[in-house]
């Protein structure tokens, strides 16, 4: 045997050997979680793919002929009327604030949804990170056991972490109802859980060992002279990523995915087990109560050229109703609205013209997000459109607005920077923070 041989099988069996920090690693890991449940930033994102009818939602124009067959209703924020298709979001606005003159002018759903998810153009040369990304960068605790983001769906997951890498990618959940695949340890590694999570961590100290030595260039005969160079950081973002991996299989953390033990009246009230989007919102609750950093939860359907009326009524307007107010009562009575910024958006809104065929077709011109929960002043309407929702008539705004708007109500300076792909400085918002909601 070659002495660099020996010397590596000597560290394979010396970390083999390790005993497991079972006790002392679930004591000191209760510690953290109990510091980040109280100090945590958490941001949620509701996605509505498709691109959303603000006109039937947020912004109704009763009385013209664009304005469509809902009425409007009045919220628990004085002044303020949504749809009557979200009776229950209504009784739970006083934390939330309409922008009703947002200005995108992106009508394509590629180029919408990257607009929307990054608050930056698209473009061919950099990738721009998600917002749940650059939130997770710059928030979340080292402590933390579990992702920092977490995708409900597959819209995080499809804009990615851009050039900020794979460290800050978002960890998917498809089915917001079961825990995730492939969380719990195999049967074949012991008949108990005590059993599964030791020989586990004896196999992710193995592994720690094979990855340090290959970032180290121990084994050149399998790397090529460029990949040794820029091995280093990668590795280490590799490694990193999978020690959260590891840590949430043995940890009491990956029961947080569990909803089967939520009270029946808690389910029913989030729409029951039906509502992939409502058991998403439970999901985020659960979640954020544990300090994960962003929570990003889909909800499609919402590309109504045909139908559009009966498509909300029966359809994705109980859905987002049930989802999001009863999260925003959960938030409340759970005192987590105060750390806990929310974020309602599509890739653009539908046209105040209605089409022959009953739907309204993309609409960037002018149209509405919903934001609220941590600094940002709820129960309020910033802008306006025209009467027949043609145009804007106060307060224009982009989408760099908005996010400087909603980093800045999770406590972040909007000007702080990040590094680019190449290098470069980039501030996480191209805005300004909207006056009067902070």
Same mark, same amino acid.
């Given at each position: 045997?070659?002495?660099?041989?020996?010397?590596?099988?000597?560290?394979?069996?010396?970390?083999?050997?390790?005993?497991?920090?079972?006790?002392?690693?679930?004591?000191?890991?209760?510690?953290?979680?109990?510091?980040?449940?109280?100090?945590?930033?958490?941001?949620?994102?509701?996605?509505?793919?498709?691109?959303?009818?603000?006109?039937?939602?947020?912004?109704?124009?009763?009385?013209?002929?664009?304005?469509?067959?809902?009425?409007?209703?009045?919220?628990?924020?004085?002044?303020?009327?949504?749809?009557?298709?979200?009776?229950?979001?209504?009784?739970?606005?006083?934390?939330?604030?309409?922008?009703?003159?947002?200005?995108?002018?992106?009508?394509?759903?590629?180029?919408?949804?990257?607009?929307?998810?990054?608050?930056?153009?698209?473009?061919?040369?950099?990738?721009?990170?998600?917002?749940?990304?650059?939130?997770?960068?710059?928030?979340?605790?080292?402590?933390?056991?579990?992702?920092?983001?977490?995708?409900?769906?597959?819209?995080?997951?499809?804009?990615?972490?851009?050039?900020?890498?794979?460290?800050?990618? %978002?960890? +998917? #959940?498809?089915? @917001?109802?079961?825990?995730? /695949? &492939?969380?719990?340890?195999?049967?074949? *590694?012991?008949?108990?859980?005590?059993?599964?999570?030791?020989?586990?961590?004896?196999?992710?100290?193995?592994?720690?060992?094979?990855?340090?030595?290959?970032?180290?260039?121990?084994?050149?005969?399998?790397?090529?002279?460029?990949?040794?160079?820029?091995?280093?950081?990668?590795?280490?973002?590799?490694?990193?990523?999978?020690?959260?991996?590891?840590?949430?299989?043995?940890?009491?953390?990956?029961?947080?995915?569990?909803?089967?033990?939520? %009270?029946? +009246? #808690?389910?029913? @009230?989030?729409?029951?087990? /039906? &509502?992939?989007?409502?058991?998403?919102? *439970?999901?985020?609750?659960?979640?954020?109560?544990?300090?994960?950093?962003?929570?990003?939860?889909?909800?499609?359907?919402?590309?109504?050229?045909?139908?559009?009326?009966?498509?909300?009524?029966?359809?994705?307007?109980?859905?987002?109703?049930?989802?999001?107010?009863?999260?925003?009562?959960?938030?409340?009575?759970?005192?987590?609205?105060?750390?806990?910024?929310?974020?309602?958006?599509?890739?653009?809104?539908?046209?105040?013209?209605?089409?022959?065929?009953?739907?309204?077709?993309?609409?960037?011109?002018?149209?509405?997000?919903?934001?609220?929960?941590?600094?940002?002043?709820?129960?309020?309407?910033?802008?306006?459109?025209?009467?027949?929702?043609?145009?804007?008539?106060?307060?224009?705004?982009?989408?760099?607005?908005?996010?400087?708007?909603?980093?800045?109500?999770?406590?972040?300076?909007?000007?702080?920077?990040?590094?680019?792909?190449?290098?470069?400085?980039?501030?996480?918002?191209?805005?300004?923070?909207?006056?009067?909601?902070?």
């Amino acid at each position: 045997m070659s002495s660099s041989r020996r010397h590596f099988m000597q560290h394979v069996a010396g970390a083999s050997a390790l005993a497991l920090p079972s006790l002392n690693f679930l004591h000191g890991l209760k510690a953290a979680e109990d510091k980040l449940k109280k100090e945590s930033k958490s941001l949620i994102v509701f996605w509505m793919g498709g691109g959303p009818s603000h006109m039937d939602l947020w912004d109704l124009k009763p009385g013209a002929t664009t304005g469509g067959e809902f009425k409007p209703i009045a919220t628990n924020a004085s002044g303020v009327q949504i749809s009557e298709a979200l009776p229950t979001v209504a009784k739970n606005f006083k934390n939330l604030a309409i922008v009703r003159s947002l200005v995108t002018n992106e009508g394509s759903h590629e180029r919408g949804t990257t607009l929307m998810n990054t608050g930056r153009q698209p473009s061919p040369v950099v990738q721009y990170p998600a917002i749940g990304s650059v939130a997770s960068s710059l928030l979340t605790s080292k402590e933390l056991a579990l992702p920092g983001f977490i995708g409900v769906g597959g819209t995080a997951q499809r804009i990615g972490p851009g050039f900020l890498g794979m460290m800050y990618a %978002p960890f +998917s #959940v498809q089915n @917001a109802g079961q825990p995730p /695949a &492939n969380i719990k340890p195999p049967a074949s *590694l012991g008949s108990s859980q005590m059993e599964q999570d030791e020989r586990l961590r004896r196999r992710q100290r193995l592994f720690y060992t094979v990855e340090d030595q290959f970032a180290q260039g121990n084994f050149p005969h399998l790397m090529k002279a460029e990949d040794r160079e820029n091995a280093g950081s990668s590795a280490q973002a590799h490694a990193s990523i999978y020690k959260k991996a590891f840590d949430l299989t043995i940890s009491p953390l990956r029961n947080v995915f569990d909803i089967s033990k939520e %009270p029946t +009246s #808690v389910i029913d @009230a989030y729409g029951g087990r /039906a &509502n992939g989007f409502g058991m998403g919102c *439970l999901l985020a609750r659960k979640l954020v109560e544990q300090g994960v950093t962003c929570v990003e939860i889909d909800l499609g359907g919402w590309d109504n050229h045909a139908g559009i009326f009966n498509t909300i009524r029966t359809g994705n307007g109980p859905r987002l109703d049930k989802g999001m107010g009863n999260l925003m009562k959960e938030l409340e009575e759970r005192g987590l609205l105060k750390n806990t910024v929310v974020m309602w958006m599509g890739e653009f809104g539908r046209t105040p013209r209605i089409n022959q065929n009953g739907g309204r077709d993309h609409w960037a011109r002018c149209w509405s997000v919903v934001i609220g929960g941590g600094a940002i002043k709820g129960g309020q309407v910033y802008g306006a459109t025209s009467d027949d929702g043609m145009d804007v008539k106060d307060n224009p705004c982009s989408i760099g607005d908005v996010f400087a708007t909603v980093f800045k109500g999770l406590g972040v300076d909007p000007a702080t920077q990040v590094r680019d792909n190449i290098g470069r400085p980039l501030a996480i918002a191209d805005g300004k923070p909207l006056k009067g909601l902070i």
